[in-house]
């Protein structure tokens, strides 16, 4: 059935999910009432149709209104199955979410090792001996982030894992820094060379396919790519923001109240908080005894970083391929599945050649790692079903269609990423929007231009609307693993951040609009929208000192963390 079939109701799904997920605080009840209900709306006409046919079966007179009420209790039936239907093939058709649950139980796995061994403590104590500060812990993270560029998820787990207890030490807030691990990990990924720029340059071919435009003249995609990097504006001033924040030691919104509570309580986490994961609850203290070593932390870690260089290399090798192409070309996650679970392999060595831990007692300690992650991992399953219900009803293609009623050239980049960023907050996966808007947005560019740099502007929009949606989302599988391996609570993590995702797409709209209606002046310049990008890092930066100190005075506190206030926050106060 086409997207119009189901109209406004494609999407009640997303709304019952977000809406219980954050009313109850609990994700997976709402994510299962997300899909149930999309199932039910799905089944809808068939359910109708169903008891209609029920009822002249038997001879009975069929009435409308009867017909629909016995039609959706059928279809609450019929969605349930569908439902489990969509949540056992969202994992059993992709290998890729298979290699995902790997990653993770894999992650968890070293994760336990590690701190059972003591080496979570021991970098702990090791590195705030030079990371003394909130500044500096935030700059470590956001600079480990913007370095690790080649795959998100490695991202957030190396990041998260290093900095949390240094973080907490520090009393720095879990949403703070789940927030620096999550801002920085898929926006970095987006522009560097990683398997985020192999997939953006395929769909940038599938978009020029779509056009009238002679293969012979159709431009590199590669070329394409690196035009479209200013444009991306999104995951360029989120990156920006991040820094802000961290440099200035200034917040606002939900996320100032986290960080007074962290300050004042030394409450790392809120009160009703769920952490994703509870190393120290589950796992209990590291071995008595044990010498704590920085080489049980620092060598897994270094471990893990070495077999996907390595494996990077080997998996996109093919004769005659520059280096370059060979790292576009690399299978990431594979190797990251495969370097996590050497990662496991060298803390097991450790345990063995140290005597802190007998064979069998490592294979306790991992089981407890994979059931660490058992919560993250099922909401990561519903947030991957939740995609594919809204791809069912057709959701994106409902937007889209009132969306792209009235384009200009000047408009057309500011509703790509308007329609990017609900699709990628509905489905919660940024490179589903990417393939379903950039075949579409690449052909309407060309016909409303005939410019292959307009072209490049709107893939450069949809990059940013589906960093930005994923940014906001709580399906989103990013978030949720950034929320899980800074041990945050999901709908914290979403709460604090996005305050701060909504300032950098709002600045990212606005410079986007000045750059298409500015075309009189610098036509359609790349380095016009260079300019407006360092345009827009003054601007957040102006916006972060506004909204910190305005927001600071309305709650009575400090705005940075150099004084320290008694003021207790209310309930309300965020």
Not at 346 to 365: H, P
Not at 460 to 486: E, M, N, Y
């Amino acid at each position: 059935m086409s997207a119009t079939t189901y109209g406004a109701w494609s999407l009640l799904p997303l709304i019952l999910a977000i809406g219980v997920a954050i009313k109850t605080r609990k994700a997976i009840i709402g994510l299962f009432l997300g899909v149930w209900s999309g199932g039910a709306i799905y089944r809808y006409f068939d359910g109708v149709d169903l008891a209609a046919s029920l009822f002249s079966g038997v001879g009975l007179p069929s009435y409308e209104p009867l017909n629909i009420v016995v039609g959706i209790i059928i279809a609450g039936f019929w969605g349930s199955i569908d439902a489990l239907q969509w949540i056992s093939e969202s994992v059993g058709e992709s290998v890729f979410n298979m290699q995902i649950i790997l990653l993770v139980l894999f992650l968890g796995s070293a994760i336990a090792m590690i701190w059972k061994l003591g080496g979570t403590l021991a970098a702990a104590e090791k590195v705030t001996e030079y990371v003394d500060s909130k500044r500096k812990a935030g700059l470590a993270a956001w600079l480990m982030g913007i370095g690790l560029f080649f795959d998100d998820y490695a991202n957030a787990a190396i990041v998260g894992t290093t900095m949390k207890d240094i973080s907490d030490e520090l009393n720095m807030s879990r949403e703070k820094l789940s927030y620096i691990v999550d801002s920085t990990a898929a926006p970095v990924s987006t522009l560097a060379l990683s398997s985020w720029v192999a997939f953006q340059m395929s769909m940038i071919n599938t978009g020029y396919e779509a056009t009238d435009i002679p293969a012979s003249e159709v431009p590199s995609s590669f070329l394409i790519f690196i035009k479209s990097i200013p444009f991306n504006m999104y995951s360029i001033l989120a990156i920006v923001m991040v820094g802000i924040i961290v440099v200035t030691q200034r917040d606002f919104g939900a996320m100032l109240s986290a960080e007074h509570r962290a300050r004042e309580t030394g409450k790392v986490n809120g009160e009703k908080a769920q952490p994703m994961q509870d190393i120290k609850g589950e796992l209990g203290e590291p071995i008595e005894g044990a010498p704590r070593m920085l080489r049980t932390f620092f060598v897994p870690v270094l471990v893990l970083l070495g077999v996907v260089t390595v494996g990077a290399i080997i998996t996109g090798y093919e004769p005659g391929r520059t280096l370059r192409e060979i790292l576009i070309n690399a299978n990431y996650i594979f190797t990251i599945v495969v370097g996590s679970f050497a990662m496991v392999g060298s803390t097991w060595y450790y345990a063995y050649f140290y005597d802190y831990m007998s064979v069998g007692e490592s294979v306790d300690t991992s089981v407890k790692g994979f059931k660490i992650m058992l919560t993250p991992l099922t909401i990561l399953v519903l947030a991957w079903t939740i995609g594919s219900v809204v791809e069912q009803l057709g959701t994106g293609e409902y937007v889209a269609t009132y969306a792209t009623m009235v384009l200009t050239p000047e408009t057309l980049p500011i509703v790509v990423l308007l329609i990017g960023s609900f699709m990628a907050f509905t489905m919660g996966d940024s490179w589903a929007v990417m393939a379903v808007l950039t075949p579409i947005a690449v052909p309407l560019a060309w016909e409303l231009t005939a410019s292959h740099t307009m072209v490049a502007v709107v893939v450069g929009a949809t990059f940013s609307g589906a960093i930005f949606g994923d940014h906001s989302s709580p399906v989103a599988p990013t978030t949720v693993l950034a929320a899980t391996f800074t041990g945050a609570d999901l709908i914290d993590h979403v709460r604090t951040q996005v305050y701060y995702a909504l300032t950098v797409v709002a600045v990212s709209t606005v410079l986007l609009l000045t750059w298409g209606y500015g075309s009189p002046i610098w036509g359609r310049s790349i380095w016009a929208a260079v300019a407006l990008l360092l345009v827009g890092s003054v601007l957040l930066t102006g916006i972060v000192y506004f909204l910190s100190g305005w927001d600071a005075r309305r709650k009575n506190i400090s705005a940075t963390v150099t004084n320290h206030e008694t003021h207790s926050l209310e309930a309300g106060d965020d």
